[in-house]
């Protein structure tokens, strides 16, 4: 599986941003896409995740009802829709693949590139 992500950039707090992690390589049917973040403080740590087929979504407790999931089983496009946007959520954001949701969260199949985030105060 090849992921490659885009859309990061500098955003004032407050504001919103939009990733985007397009995925080829393999039919993604059964499997679960996910957005995952580091920062230099921290270790990377999940963000969100959806399966493939059903569209079913999971999310970190920092980013519940600010940051939306979604994706595209057309294009193969996985979204990151982020709102409310805080300093804190600055960070390199990675898109992944697995699976299941237990083995994305904790050993991801493949990750695409990172791309950085940066919320100013």
């Known amino acids: 599986v090849q992921l490659q992500a885009s859309g990061g950039g500098l955003v004032q707090a407050g504001g919103s941003l939009r990733l985007s992690c397009a995925a080829s390589?393999?039919?993604?049917?059964?499997?679960?896409m996910g957005w995952f973040r580091q920062s230099p403080e921290k270790e990377r740590e999940f963000v969100a995740s959806?399966?493939?087929?059903?569209?079913?979504?999971y999310y970190a407790d920092p980013v519940k009802g600010r940051f939306t999931i979604s994706r595209d089983t057309a294009k193969k496009m996985v979204y990151l829709q982020m709102e409310s946007l805080e300093p804190a959520d600055t960070a390199v954001y990675y898109c992944?693949?697995?699976?299941?949701?237990?083995?994305?969260?904790?050993?991801?199949?493949?990750w695409g590139q990172g791309t950085q985030l940066t919320v100013s105060s």
């Open positions: 959806i399966t493939w087929n059903l569209g079913t979504t």
């Open positions: 390589g393999r039919t993604f049917t059964n499997w679960v």
């Open positions: 992944a693949a697995g699976p299941t949701v237990t083995l994305l969260r904790n050993s991801p199949n493949s």
